[in-house]
């Protein structure tokens, strides 16, 4: 069946640092491959989202490239921020079934 | 407003109560989801109703019972619960247009269940 496996957090890092986290997937198909952000008590909410091999999403100066080759979509940010503190969940869409498969998360701390 | 109100945001339960989550959403969506976040764990998809009808259960236990009177609101009704159950159930609803790409999911807050 289908899965996504992201990196293991909680990431830490300071104001203004680069940030990557990983996200591979595992699905037939062309899958269509999303970043939610959850932040402190809220729900999840679209992040970014790309629908095809060499696709780049990005959105809030986050961004993630759709690699068919390596089966992966991590997510970059060439600076972050003390309010991008969340947790970042992967997921992916295969064809007209509307529900996602989501990774497990990963918590993002960022210190001033 | 967030669009999908769920109520209530936290909820103690013994497990022999009944109990239930509600979910509303205002944003004219006809699919409705119901998802649970457990620590560390992917999000686990429970229910999908699409125009009120239920089109994906993914194996969830009878002790969970979904019900959804229109394409608005969204019930998961609770009974004799296990202390495993403990987690934050999220509701969310996306337009029905045929794919998930353009049909993004917009969640609620979710609630917090605690089984003691």
């Known amino acids: 069946g289908d899965s996504v496996t992201q990196m293991e957090g909680p990431v830490t890092l300071s104001e203004e640092a680069f940030l990557t986290i990983n996200c591979t997937y595992t699905?037939?198909?062309?899958?269509?491959l999303f970043w939610y952000v959850q932040y402190p008590g809220e729900g999840l909410q679209l992040l970014l989202k790309?629908?095809?091999?060499?696709d780049k999403g990005s959105n809030k100066g986050f961004e993630a490239t759709y690699r068919k080759e390596t089966t992966s979509f991590h997510l970059e940010k060439g600076s972050v921020q003390v309010s991008d503190s969340a947790v970042y969940f992967c997921?992916?869409?295969?064809?007209?079934?509307?529900?996602?498969?989501f990774g497990s998360g990963t918590r993002l701390q960022v210190q001033p | 407003e967030t669009g999908v109100t769920q109520t209530p945001r936290h909820l103690v339960m013994g497990m022999t109560n009944k109990k239930s989550l509600k979910c509303e959403q205002h944003?004219?969506?006809?699919?409705m989801y119901w998802y649970k976040q457990s620590a560390k764990k992917p999000l686990e998809l429970m229910f999908v109703?699409?125009?009120?009808?239920?089109?994906e259960n993914n194996s969830v236990p009878s002790r969970f019972s979904p019900e959804c009177p229109n394409s608005s609101h969204l019930f998961l009704h609770l009974h004799t619960l296990q202390p495993e159950d403990s987690a934050l159930y999220l509701c969310?609803?996306?337009?029905?247009?045929?794919?998930?790409?353009?049909?993004?999911?917009?969640f609620g807050n979710g609630t917090r269940l605690t089984v003691t």
């Open positions: 944003l004219g969506h006809n699919a």
């Open positions: 699905a037939t198909g062309y899958p269509s």
């Open positions: 997921a992916l869409s295969r064809g007209g079934r509307r529900a996602l498969t």
């Open positions: 790309a629908t095809k091999a060499d």
């Open positions: 969310a609803s996306s337009q029905d247009t045929g794919g998930g790409t353009d049909s993004p999911l917009h």
């Open positions: 109703y699409n125009f009120k009808e239920q089109t």
